[in-house]
T-cell receptor, first 113, second 115 residues
Framework: AQKVTQAQTEISVVEKEDVTLDCVYETRDTTYYLFWYKQPPSGELVFLIRRNSFDEQNEISGRYSWNFQKSTSSFNFTITASQVVDSAVYFCALSNYGQNFVFGPGTRLSVLP | DAGVIQSPRHEVTEMGQEVTLRCKPISGHDYLFWYRQTMMRGLELLIYFNNNVPIDDSGMPEDRFSAKMPNASFSTLKIQPSEPRDSAVYFC?????????????FGSGTRLTVV
């Protein structure tokens, strides 16, 4: 069975601090995809990044970076120099080759001014 | 592209009434998904369609829930009769592929309140 764990329920940081959101996944598949979605207070779900299981390169996009480690089944997300607009719930998700798309419980990030 | 369009954005109804939620997927996306989000259970997949055909409805909680996709550009999720425990945000999502590669594009959701 597939499972995504986000152990951090809520995180609060002060603006300009760096913050890392943890994601640990479980799957028996060798081919799978990992995602991060952002849900701001307005409620929509916004796609941030996709990673496939064969690509362990870390990725940086502006203030966002992702660290994928198959050895520890983790796909962590770091926001550098956080801003108030980063306040949201962040979901990690796992999909196998079929349509079994599993979301983690989410981490609520509050960035205080 | 206008993205996935859901209507209404908010719905308040009385217990026992029929509720219909609507979704227009992104043109060309062959897969459509209905999710429910609650504080207690997070994001749950209710049902998904491929080429307008329901593939997996194992997440549909009860017979009170039904979903249809009469054509490639429209889907409905109906609850009849509604109950207070159905109160949640219902998301529709679409995807161009069955491989999971592209992820899902979500609509803005419908916040349902059953009183």
């Amino acid at each position: 069975a597939q499972k995504v764990t986000q152990a951090q329920t809520e995180i609060s940081v002060v603006e300009k601090e760096d913050v890392t959101l943890d994601c640990v996944y479980e799957t028996r598949d060798t081919t799978y995809y990992l995602f991060w979605y952002k849900q701001p207070p307005s409620g929509e779900l916004v796609f941030l990044i996709r990673r496939n299981s064969f690509d362990e390169q870390n990725e940086i996009s502006g203030r966002y970076s992702w660290n994928f480690q198959k050895s520890t089944s983790s796909f962590n997300f770091t926001i550098t120099a956080s801003q108030v607009v980063d306040s949201a719930v962040y979901f990690c998700a796992l999909s196998n080759y079929g349509q079994n798309f599993v979301f983690g419980p989410g981490t609520r990030l509050s960035v205080l001014p | 592209d206008a993205g996935v369009i859901q209507s209404p954005r908010h719905e308040v109804t009385e217990m026992g009434q029929e509720v219909t939620l609507r979704c227009k997927p992104i043109s060309g996306h062959d897969y459509l998904f209905w999710y429910r989000q609650t504080m207690m259970r997070g994001l749950e997949l209710l049902i998904y369609f491929n080429n307008n055909v329901p593939i997996d409805d194992s997440g549909m909680p009860e017979d009170r829930f039904s979903a249809k996709m009469p054509n490639a550009s429209f889907s409905t999720l109906k609850i009849q009769p509604s109950e207070p425990r159905d109160s949640a945000v219902y998301f529709c999502a679409s995807s161009p592929s069955g491989t999971g590669y592209f992820g899902y594009t979500f609509g803005s959701g419908t916040r349902l309140t059953v009183v």
